[in-house]
């Protein structure tokens, strides 16, 4: 038995054919760009305009406290992406500074800047003795875990880990 096609088949075929390229080549993009933001690198070079707000009972205080990181961000691929947000967990020295969102950039191959101003509420007294060590002179380390990343509309879970050294010389 000998498969022949008729016009009707070829007609059907094509379609079907240049549909499954652009999907597959959307797909790789998608994959690429995915693997550039999965893998942006964050430098935090300093911090930056620290205000303390003191709440709670004279025997219980809590602190809010709000700062700049000022730093760079940059693409480790050749493709340079727009990012609509970033949703992200800090901790100073090993304590927890909450979490916070950064909006809107755009990072490639050169080092671009970046601030993220962050907002810590009810904290403890531990993390406010960080704060004012690292006023007073003492270095701290900032890690920042990347929870999500949002790119033309679409958020991916990323839970990727930096951490940053921010020397008093810095500040």
Same mark, same amino acid.
């Given at each position: ?64 406290? $709000?700062?700049?990181?000022?730093? %760079? !961000?940059?693409? =480790? /691929?050749?493709?340079? *992406?727009?990012? &609509?947000?970033? @949703? ?50 003492? $270095?701290?380390?900032?890690?920042? %875990? !990347?929870?999500? =990343? /949002?790119?033309?509309? *679409?958020?991916? &879970?990323?839970? @990727? ?11």
């Amino acid at each position: 038995m000998c498969f022949s096609m008729n016009f009707k088949s070829k007609n059907f075929l094509i379609p079907v054919i240049s549909i499954l390229i652009l999907s597959i080549g959307f797909g790789a993009f998608l994959g690429r760009y995915y693997f550039t933001a999965k893998n942006l690198e964050i430098e935090i070079e300093k911090i930056d305009n620290i205000e303390i707000e003191i709440g709670g009972s004279i025997f219980n205080p809590t602190y809010d406290i $709000d700062m700049d990181l000022q730093g %760079t !961000i940059k693409s =480790i /691929t050749a493709i340079n *992406i727009s990012v &609509d947000s970033i @949703s992200y967990f800090m901790k100073i020295d090993g304590k927890d500074f909450g979490p916070g969102a950064v909006d809107s950039f755009k990072a490639s191959q050169n080092p671009s800047p970046l601030i993220i101003h962050h907002n810590a509420k009810n904290l403890g007294k531990d993390e406010n003795l960080i704060i004012i060590d690292f006023l007073s002179g003492k $270095d701290v380390t900032v890690e920042i %875990t !990347i929870l999500t =990343i /949002t790119m033309m509309g *679409i958020t991916f &879970d990323l839970n @990727s880990d930096s951490s940053f050294i921010v020397n008093v010389d810095d500040f």
